[in-house]
Protein backbone atom coordinates (compact mmCIF):
# COMPACT_ATOMS: atom_id res chain seq x y z
CA UNK A 1 0.00 0.00 0.00
CA UNK A 2 1.07 3.56 -0.63
CA UNK A 3 3.22 4.47 2.58
CA UNK A 4 3.51 8.02 2.23
CA UNK A 5 0.01 8.68 2.81
CA UNK A 6 -0.84 5.91 4.97
CA UNK A 7 2.11 6.99 7.46
CA UNK A 8 1.38 10.98 7.58
CA UNK A 9 -2.14 10.10 8.51
CA UNK A 10 -2.02 6.75 10.49
CA UNK A 11 -4.32 5.26 8.03
CA UNK A 12 -4.50 1.39 6.51
CA UNK A 13 -5.57 2.72 2.59
CA UNK A 14 -4.57 6.02 0.99
CA UNK A 15 -8.08 7.04 0.87
CA UNK A 16 -9.33 10.40 2.18
CA UNK A 17 -13.60 11.01 2.30
CA UNK A 18 -14.50 14.23 0.59
CA UNK A 19 -15.40 16.98 3.32
CA UNK A 20 -18.58 17.16 2.16
CA UNK A 21 -21.11 20.43 3.46
CA UNK A 22 -24.08 18.68 5.06
CA UNK A 23 -23.91 14.98 4.25
CA UNK A 24 -20.24 14.50 6.11
CA UNK A 25 -21.51 14.70 9.00
CA UNK A 26 -19.82 12.85 12.25
CA UNK A 27 -20.98 9.67 11.31
CA UNK A 28 -20.12 9.38 8.19
CA UNK A 29 -16.28 10.49 9.00
CA UNK A 30 -15.98 7.85 11.86
CA UNK A 31 -17.15 5.10 9.47
CA UNK A 32 -14.81 5.81 7.63
CA UNK A 33 -11.88 5.87 9.94
CA UNK A 34 -13.09 2.52 11.34
CA UNK A 35 -12.76 1.50 7.47
CA UNK A 36 -9.34 2.28 7.81
CA UNK A 37 -9.16 5.59 5.96
CA UNK A 38 -9.11 9.28 6.93
CA UNK A 39 -12.92 10.61 7.61
CA UNK A 40 -13.79 14.45 7.20
CA UNK A 41 -16.41 15.96 9.33
CA UNK A 42 -17.59 19.22 7.12
CA UNK A 43 -18.02 22.02 8.69
CA UNK A 44 -19.70 23.77 5.61
CA UNK A 45 -21.42 26.98 6.24
CA UNK A 46 -22.18 25.69 10.12
CA UNK A 47 -21.34 27.59 13.21
CA UNK A 48 -17.75 26.62 14.98
CA UNK A 49 -20.18 25.29 17.93
CA UNK A 50 -22.03 22.84 16.04
CA UNK A 51 -18.63 21.68 13.80
CA UNK A 52 -17.14 20.71 17.93
CA UNK A 53 -20.39 19.41 18.84
CA UNK A 54 -19.52 16.84 15.61
CA UNK A 55 -16.11 16.52 16.96
CA UNK A 56 -16.87 15.26 20.43
CA UNK A 57 -19.53 13.07 18.29
CA UNK A 58 -17.08 11.39 16.14
CA UNK A 59 -14.06 11.20 18.94
CA UNK A 60 -16.90 9.21 20.44
CA UNK A 61 -17.59 6.93 17.51
CA UNK A 62 -13.30 6.06 16.75
CA UNK A 63 -10.23 6.24 17.92
CA UNK A 64 -8.70 6.58 14.47
CA UNK A 65 -7.90 8.88 12.17
CA UNK A 66 -10.49 11.38 11.39
CA UNK A 67 -10.41 15.19 10.77
CA UNK A 68 -12.37 18.70 9.64
CA UNK A 69 -13.13 19.74 5.91
CA UNK A 70 -13.24 23.49 6.28
CA UNK A 71 -15.01 25.58 3.56
CA UNK A 72 -12.62 29.10 3.16
CA UNK A 73 -16.28 30.69 1.78
CA UNK A 74 -17.66 30.05 5.05
CA UNK A 75 -18.66 33.08 6.88
CA UNK A 76 -18.17 31.28 10.20
CA UNK A 77 -14.32 30.22 8.53
CA UNK A 78 -12.54 32.66 11.77
CA UNK A 79 -14.44 31.24 14.41
CA UNK A 80 -14.16 27.52 12.61
CA UNK A 81 -10.43 27.56 12.54
CA UNK A 82 -9.96 29.22 16.11
CA UNK A 83 -12.10 26.16 17.57
CA UNK A 84 -9.95 23.52 15.83
CA UNK A 85 -6.79 25.03 17.11
CA UNK A 86 -8.56 24.46 20.65
CA UNK A 87 -10.12 20.83 19.52
CA UNK A 88 -6.30 20.12 17.94
CA UNK A 89 -7.64 17.64 15.81
CA UNK A 90 -5.50 15.36 13.79
CA UNK A 91 -6.09 16.45 10.25
CA UNK A 92 -7.70 19.74 8.45
CA UNK A 93 -8.39 19.60 4.27
CA UNK A 94 -9.80 22.57 3.08
CA UNK A 95 -12.15 23.79 0.04
CA UNK A 96 -13.40 26.75 -1.53
CA UNK A 97 -10.20 29.12 -0.77
CA UNK A 98 -6.95 29.81 0.72
CA UNK A 99 -6.19 28.81 3.82
CA UNK A 100 -2.61 29.79 3.52
CA UNK A 101 -2.68 32.34 6.26
CA UNK A 102 -4.16 29.65 9.13
CA UNK A 103 -1.41 27.00 8.37
CA UNK A 104 1.20 28.12 10.97
CA UNK A 105 -1.08 28.12 13.69
CA UNK A 106 -2.44 25.00 12.92
CA UNK A 107 1.20 23.12 12.50
CA UNK A 108 2.12 24.64 15.75
CA UNK A 109 -0.59 22.37 17.38
CA UNK A 110 0.04 19.54 15.28
CA UNK A 111 -2.57 19.66 12.59
CA UNK A 112 -1.94 18.00 9.49
CA UNK A 113 -2.78 20.58 6.88
CA UNK A 114 -4.36 19.35 3.61
CA UNK A 115 -5.65 21.56 1.35
CA UNK A 116 -7.73 20.98 -1.86
CA UNK A 117 -6.81 22.76 -4.85
CA UNK A 118 -7.98 22.87 -8.51
CA UNK A 119 -4.78 24.42 -10.15
CA UNK A 120 -1.09 23.93 -10.10
CA UNK A 121 -0.37 27.33 -9.03
CA UNK A 122 -2.47 27.07 -5.85
CA UNK A 123 -0.99 23.41 -4.68
CA UNK A 124 2.66 25.37 -5.40
CA UNK A 125 1.39 28.22 -3.25
CA UNK A 126 0.02 25.99 -0.85
CA UNK A 127 3.43 24.05 -0.10
CA UNK A 128 5.27 27.49 0.18
CA UNK A 129 2.62 28.00 2.89
CA UNK A 130 3.45 25.16 4.99
CA UNK A 131 0.82 22.21 3.72
CA UNK A 132 1.49 18.73 3.96
CA UNK A 133 -0.07 17.71 0.94
CA UNK A 134 -2.61 18.63 -1.86
CA UNK A 135 -5.59 16.91 -2.86
CA UNK A 136 -5.69 17.96 -6.54
CA UNK A 137 -9.52 18.18 -7.64
CA UNK A 138 -10.37 17.68 -11.13
CA UNK A 139 -14.21 18.39 -12.38
CA UNK A 140 -15.33 15.10 -12.47
CA UNK A 141 -15.89 15.91 -8.67
CA UNK A 142 -19.50 17.13 -7.01
CA UNK A 143 -19.95 20.40 -5.83
CA UNK A 144 -18.07 23.68 -6.21
CA UNK A 145 -14.97 22.83 -8.62
CA UNK A 146 -12.05 24.24 -11.20
CA UNK A 147 -12.01 24.00 -14.72
CA UNK A 148 -9.52 20.95 -15.09
CA UNK A 149 -10.13 17.22 -15.18
CA UNK A 150 -8.63 14.95 -13.26
CA UNK A 151 -6.82 13.38 -15.53
CA UNK A 152 -4.74 16.28 -16.43
CA UNK A 153 -4.99 18.01 -13.37
CA UNK A 154 -3.06 15.15 -11.00
CA UNK A 155 0.23 14.76 -12.90
CA UNK A 156 0.73 18.27 -13.37
CA UNK A 157 0.57 19.22 -10.02
CA UNK A 158 2.66 16.33 -9.15
CA UNK A 159 4.90 17.71 -11.49
CA UNK A 160 4.84 21.13 -9.77
CA UNK A 161 5.07 20.26 -5.64
CA UNK A 162 7.16 17.61 -3.33
CA UNK A 163 5.04 17.26 -1.09
CA UNK A 164 2.36 14.16 -1.47
CA UNK A 165 -0.63 14.82 -4.04
CA UNK A 166 -3.69 13.27 -3.76
CA UNK A 167 -6.08 12.91 -6.55
CA UNK A 168 -9.94 13.39 -6.19
CA UNK A 169 -12.61 13.80 -8.98
CA UNK A 170 -14.59 10.86 -10.56
CA UNK A 171 -12.95 8.11 -8.28
CA UNK A 172 -15.70 5.75 -7.28
CA UNK A 173 -14.30 2.20 -7.96
CA UNK A 174 -11.12 0.36 -7.97
CA UNK A 175 -10.23 1.28 -11.66
CA UNK A 176 -10.06 4.79 -10.47
CA UNK A 177 -8.26 3.85 -7.95
CA UNK A 178 -5.38 2.43 -10.16
CA UNK A 179 -5.82 5.08 -12.81
CA UNK A 180 -4.68 7.86 -10.02
CA UNK A 181 -2.00 6.10 -8.81
CA UNK A 182 -1.16 5.58 -12.65
CA UNK A 183 -1.13 9.31 -12.60
CA UNK A 184 1.36 9.75 -9.48
CA UNK A 185 -1.01 10.19 -7.13
CA UNK A 186 0.20 8.96 -3.75
CA UNK A 187 -3.71 8.97 -2.43
CA UNK A 188 -7.62 9.31 -3.60
CA UNK A 189 -9.96 11.44 -2.12
CA UNK A 190 -14.02 10.02 -2.73
CA UNK A 191 -16.70 11.73 -1.85
CA UNK A 192 -19.55 11.19 -4.07
CA UNK A 193 -19.28 6.85 -3.27
CA UNK A 194 -19.92 7.43 0.32
CA UNK A 195 -23.13 9.40 0.12
CA UNK A 196 -23.76 5.82 -0.62
CA UNK A 197 -22.92 3.79 2.63
CA UNK A 198 -25.57 2.67 4.97
CA UNK A 199 -23.77 5.25 7.67
CA UNK A 200 -24.04 8.21 5.51
CA UNK A 201 -26.95 10.38 7.20
CA UNK A 202 -28.55 11.69 4.12
CA UNK A 203 -32.17 11.43 3.31
CA UNK A 204 -32.71 8.28 1.63
CA UNK A 205 -33.86 9.77 -1.22
CA UNK A 206 -31.07 11.39 -2.51
CA UNK A 207 -28.91 8.18 -1.61
CA UNK A 208 -31.55 6.47 -4.48
CA UNK A 209 -31.03 9.57 -7.12
CA UNK A 210 -27.44 8.97 -6.82
CA UNK A 211 -27.46 5.06 -7.21
CA UNK A 212 -29.86 5.93 -10.18
CA UNK A 213 -27.85 8.44 -12.10
CA UNK A 214 -26.68 7.82 -15.45
CA UNK A 215 -23.62 9.31 -17.66
CA UNK A 216 -24.70 12.64 -18.47
CA UNK A 217 -26.79 12.92 -15.16
CA UNK A 218 -24.48 15.09 -12.40
CA UNK A 219 -24.26 18.76 -14.60
CA UNK A 220 -22.91 22.19 -13.62
CA UNK A 221 -24.59 24.90 -13.09
CA UNK A 222 -22.83 28.56 -12.62
CA UNK A 223 -19.98 28.40 -14.98
CA UNK A 224 -20.95 32.47 -15.65
CA UNK A 225 -21.67 33.28 -12.24
CA UNK A 226 -17.95 32.28 -11.42
CA UNK A 227 -18.99 29.59 -8.72
CA UNK A 228 -19.90 26.78 -11.16
CA UNK A 229 -21.30 23.82 -9.06
CA UNK A 230 -21.84 20.70 -10.25
CA UNK A 231 -25.37 18.69 -8.81
CA UNK A 232 -27.24 15.94 -10.09
CA UNK A 233 -29.78 17.54 -13.08
CA UNK A 234 -33.39 17.96 -11.50
CA UNK A 235 -36.15 20.67 -12.01
CA UNK A 236 -33.77 23.49 -10.25
CA UNK A 237 -30.65 22.89 -12.66
CA UNK A 238 -33.04 23.12 -15.25
CA UNK A 239 -34.47 26.64 -13.86
CA UNK A 240 -30.96 27.62 -13.36
CA UNK A 241 -29.94 26.82 -17.03
CA UNK A 242 -32.85 29.25 -17.97
CA UNK A 243 -32.29 32.41 -15.52
CA UNK A 244 -28.23 31.65 -16.37
CA UNK A 245 -29.08 31.96 -19.95
CA UNK A 246 -31.18 34.75 -19.61
CA UNK A 247 -28.84 36.94 -17.28
CA UNK A 248 -31.58 36.43 -14.52
CA UNK A 249 -28.36 35.95 -11.88
CA UNK A 250 -30.41 37.58 -8.91
CA UNK A 251 -32.96 34.99 -8.91
CA UNK A 252 -30.37 32.58 -9.91
CA UNK A 253 -28.63 32.83 -6.48
CA UNK A 254 -32.03 32.62 -4.82
CA UNK A 255 -32.52 29.14 -5.45
CA UNK A 256 -29.01 28.45 -4.51
CA UNK A 257 -30.33 28.67 -1.14
CA UNK A 258 -30.85 26.56 1.21
CA UNK A 259 -30.89 24.45 -1.80
CA UNK A 260 -28.28 21.45 -0.10
CA UNK A 261 -30.11 21.34 2.60
CA UNK A 262 -33.26 20.65 1.12
CA UNK A 263 -31.78 17.59 -0.33
CA UNK A 264 -29.74 16.33 2.29
CA UNK A 265 -32.49 16.90 5.40
CA UNK A 266 -35.51 17.15 3.49
CA UNK A 267 -34.86 14.68 0.54
CA UNK A 268 -35.94 17.27 -1.55
CA UNK A 269 -34.52 15.92 -5.03
CA UNK A 270 -35.98 18.52 -7.36
CA UNK A 271 -36.00 21.67 -6.10
CA UNK A 272 -32.86 20.77 -4.26
CA UNK A 273 -28.97 20.73 -4.87
CA UNK A 274 -28.19 16.92 -5.00
CA UNK A 275 -24.38 17.32 -5.06
CA UNK A 276 -22.84 14.30 -6.60
CA UNK A 277 -19.88 13.88 -9.34
CA UNK A 278 -19.99 12.47 -12.41
CA UNK A 279 -18.89 8.59 -10.61
CA UNK A 280 -22.47 9.14 -9.05
CA UNK A 281 -23.31 6.39 -12.80
CA UNK A 282 -20.51 4.10 -11.33
CA UNK A 283 -22.26 3.87 -7.49
CA UNK A 284 -24.95 1.30 -7.87
CA UNK A 285 -25.64 0.07 -4.20
CA UNK A 286 -25.44 1.24 -0.82
CA UNK A 287 -23.16 -0.59 1.50
CA UNK A 288 -20.95 0.41 4.72
CA UNK A 289 -18.41 2.24 4.50
CA UNK A 290 -15.61 -0.10 5.34
CA UNK A 291 -17.16 -2.53 2.39
CA UNK A 292 -16.69 0.35 0.10
CA UNK A 293 -12.93 1.21 1.14
CA UNK A 294 -12.03 -2.19 1.35
CA UNK A 295 -13.60 -3.11 -2.90
CA UNK A 296 -11.36 0.01 -3.80
CA UNK A 297 -8.28 -1.59 -2.98
CA UNK A 298 -8.66 -5.35 -3.20
O1 LIG B 1 -14.62 23.08 -2.13
C1 LIG B 1 -14.87 22.17 -2.89
N1 LIG B 1 -16.14 21.76 -3.12
C2 LIG B 1 -17.24 22.32 -2.57
S1 LIG B 1 -17.28 23.59 -1.45
C3 LIG B 1 -18.93 23.56 -1.43
S2 LIG B 1 -19.89 24.67 -0.50
C4 LIG B 1 -20.13 25.84 -1.72
N2 LIG B 1 -21.25 25.78 -2.41
C5 LIG B 1 -21.48 26.66 -3.38
C6 LIG B 1 -20.55 27.62 -3.72
C7 LIG B 1 -19.38 27.66 -3.05
C8 LIG B 1 -19.14 26.74 -2.04
C9 LIG B 1 -19.40 22.60 -2.25
N3 LIG B 1 -18.44 21.92 -2.86
N4 LIG B 1 -13.90 21.51 -3.53
C10 LIG B 1 -12.54 21.89 -3.40
C11 LIG B 1 -12.24 23.02 -4.26
N5 LIG B 1 -11.58 24.04 -3.86
N6 LIG B 1 -12.60 23.17 -5.54
C12 LIG B 1 -12.10 24.38 -5.95
C13 LIG B 1 -11.44 24.91 -4.88
C14 LIG B 1 -10.72 26.12 -4.74
C15 LIG B 1 -11.07 27.27 -5.42
C16 LIG B 1 -10.36 28.44 -5.24
C17 LIG B 1 -9.64 26.17 -3.86
C18 LIG B 1 -8.93 27.31 -3.68
C19 LIG B 1 -9.29 28.43 -4.36
O2 LIG B 1 -8.54 29.52 -4.12
C20 LIG B 1 -8.85 30.76 -4.67
C21 LIG B 1 -7.97 31.73 -3.97
O3 LIG B 1 -6.86 31.93 -4.44
O4 LIG B 1 -8.39 32.18 -2.89
Not at 191 to 197: E, L, N, V, W, Y
Not at 242 to 258: D, Y
Request: with cysteine; glycine share 12%.
Amino acid sequence: MNHRICELLNIEYPILQGGMAWVATAELAAAVANGGGAGLIAAGNAPAEYVREQIQKAREMTDKTFGVNVMMMSPYVEDVMKMLLEERVSLITTGAGNPGKYIPALKEVGTIVIPVIPSVALAQKMQKSGADAVVAEGCEAGGHIGELTTMTLTPMVKDGVDIPVIAAGGIADRRGVRAAFALGADGVQVGTRFICSDECIVHQNYKDMVVAAKDRDAVVTGRSTGHPVRTLKNKATKLMDKLEAEGNLEEFEKLGLGALRAAVVDGDTQMGSVMAGQSAGLVHDIKPCADIIRELFV
